[in-house]
């Protein structure tokens, strides 16, 4: 079955970087767009960037455009958030989510990772 | 960017009632060229990732129970549970994947009355 699971969250201060991965299974990655949302707590659903099949476009909220960097590594099937100058707004459990089988909606998302920044 | 608003922010359904959450888009999520509208339903369970409830606006993802049913076009979409059960207590989110970036509805919180 299709499985994505994050990894590399953590408690990180302010301005500093942290790198997420989501390493999948059980679908054939190279052909599908990756995207990560984030969850604040208590809060809804902030869509944070997407990566498409092969790496050639990515695309970025506005509230983390020049900080974040989503980058993938079809040979193991991973997708990776590189975060950097974390601010304490960037406080969330980290979810990736493939693209959906007809379409860019999110067809299936993992367990989440969090992340907390804090002095 | 496309803000996609819901209403209400919550409700308190009866077992066995009819629930109906609605989202509109500030612009039209309707592509001309394929005639598709690009709207998702996710449900999130309490502590859980959400799970994909419809796209298109109205197709129904494998697995999901019929008593859900979703519908809609252009900039006003509507997602009902027909008869609610203790399983539907969750959070629903609409979100729009016309444009980048890919923006949600803040959410409607269903519970029992």
């Known amino acids: 079955q299709v499985q994505l699971v994050e990894s590399g969250g953590g408690v990180v201060q302010p301005g500093k970087s942290l790198r997420l991965s989501c390493t999948t299974s059980g679908f054939i990655f190279k052909k599908f767009g990756i995207n990560w949302v984030r969850q604040a707590p208590g809060k809804g659903l902030e869509w944070v960037a997407v990566i498409s099949y092969d790496g050639s476009s990515t695309y970025y909220a506005d509230s983390v455009k020049g900080r974040f960097t989503i980058s993938r590594d079809n040979s193991k099937n991973t997708v990776f958030l590189q975060m950097s100058s974390l601010k304490a707004e960037d406080t969330a459990l980290y979810y990736c989510a493939n693209d959906g089988a007809h379409g860019d909606y999110l067809g299936h998302w993992g367990q989440g990772t969090p992340v907390t920044v804090s002095s | ?113």
Not at chain 2, 1 to 24: H, N
Not at chain 2, 32 to 57: D, E, H, I, V
Not at chain 2, 64 to 93: C, H, K, M, N, W
């Open chain 2, 1 to 113: 960017d496309v803000v996609m608003t819901q209403s209400p922010d919550s409700l308190a359904v009866s077992l066995g009632e009819r629930a109906t959450i609605t989202c509109k888009s500030s612009q039209t999520l309707l592509y001309r060229s394929n005639n598709k509208n690009y709207l998702a339903w996710y449900q999130q369970r309490p502590g859980q990732p959400p799970t994909l409830l419809f796209y298109w606006a109205s197709t129904r993802e494998s697995g999901v129970p019929d008593r859900f049913t979703a519908s809609g076009a252009g900039t006003d979409f509507t997602l009902t549970i027909s008869s609610l059960q203790t399983e539907d207590v969750a959070v629903y989110y609409c979100q729009q994947y016309y444009e980048t970036p890919r923006t949600f509805g803040q959410g409607t919180k269903v519970e029992i009355k």
